[in-house]
């Protein structure tokens, strides 16, 4: 004989669900407009930029939404002006509900070295036709590698973080999310690396600028990560 669920019967125990890890490209800039790389310049933020980020804010920031302040266990801010500002313009009316942030290196955008203010088209008519940063990197800057393992050791950082918090006493209806404000590259990287691809995948992946990725886990396996959502949000044209 088979037995039906009775229909009020109380519910099983919910389980906490993992945290996530929600990734923002700066707004816009003089720059980005333009496509030249932007790595260790701090370019300010365009009006327009900084216009549409309250915008957003308002949209996707607060009880309820996208990013709940409740949920947020931490952000990594790049140390960029850029990055910075953009931070403080999607959170900036939730006043003392803000969630606590750092200035993080790990999130820096990827060093451009003779690169840096040039766009694709002059770099390979000084560097060569088939010059690929994916593969080749930047002279006196940053390699793919040391994109790898920068990305790695945040992403490290991070699941420890999320581990450690997830499913304990203190913290139950708090997601523990975790929110990076970062750069175009960087953020192209750190995606790919989450999804265990090598660097050089990175190439596939497009982070407009104020765009948010969502990042998570499957099956409940800190081991099994993925990408949850690309340029949520965009505020691109």
């Known amino acids: 004989m088979v037995t039906l669920p009775r229909?009020?019967?109380?519910?099983?125990?919910?389980?906490?669900?993992?945290?996530?890890?929600?990734?923002?490209?700066?707004?816009?800039?003089?720059?980005?407009?333009?496509?030249?790389?932007?790595?260790?310049?701090?370019?300010?933020?365009?009006?327009?930029?900084?216009s549409m980020l309250r915008e957003l804010g308002k949209r996707i920031v607060g009880p309820g939404k996208v990013l709940d302040p409740a949920h947020i266990q931490h952000v990594f801010v790049s140390p960029r002006s850029r990055a910075q500002k953009t931070f403080q313009l999607l959170?900036?009316?939730?006043?003392?509900?803000?969630?606590?942030?750092?200035?993080?290196?790990?999130?820096?955008?990827?060093?451009?070295?003779?690169?840096?203010?040039?766009?694709?088209?002059?770099?390979r008519s000084e560097l060569g036709e088939k010059w690929d940063i994916w593969t080749d990197g930047c002279p006196e800057g940053e390699s793919p590698d040391e994109m790898r393992d920068r990305c790695d050791a945040m992403i490290k950082k991070i699941v420890d973080m999320a581990d450690a918090h997830h499913g304990k006493e203190e913290t139950l209806g708090h997601h523990g999310d975790i929110v990076i404000v970062s750069h175009?590259?960087?953020?192209?990287?750190?995606?790919?690396?989450?999804?265990?691809?090598?660097?050089?995948?990175?190439?596939?992946?497009?982070?407009?600028?104020?765009?948010?990725?969502?990042?998570?886990?499957?099956?409940?396996?800190?081991?099994?990560?993925?990408?949850l959502g690309l340029n949520l949000y965009s505020v691109a044209d």
């Open 7 to 50: 229909h009020d019967a109380p519910p099983a125990a919910q389980k906490p669900r993992l945290p996530r890890v929600f990734v923002v490209r700066h707004g816009e800039t003089e720059w980005s407009i333009s496509g030249q790389h932007t790595g260790r310049t701090d370019i300010p933020l365009t009006e327009k930029g900084e």
């Open 91 to 123: 959170f900036e009316e939730q006043g003392e509900k803000a969630p606590s942030f750092s200035l993080e290196e790990g999130v820096r955008e990827w060093d451009y070295g003779v690169c840096e203010g040039k766009v694709t088209s002059q770099i």
């Open 184 to 227: 175009g590259h960087f953020s192209r990287c750190f995606m790919t690396r989450w999804c265990n691809l090598e660097i050089s995948q990175g190439r596939i992946f497009v982070a407009d600028t104020g765009a948010l990725h969502k990042l998570g886990f499957q099956h409940r396996n800190f081991d099994e990560r993925s990408l």
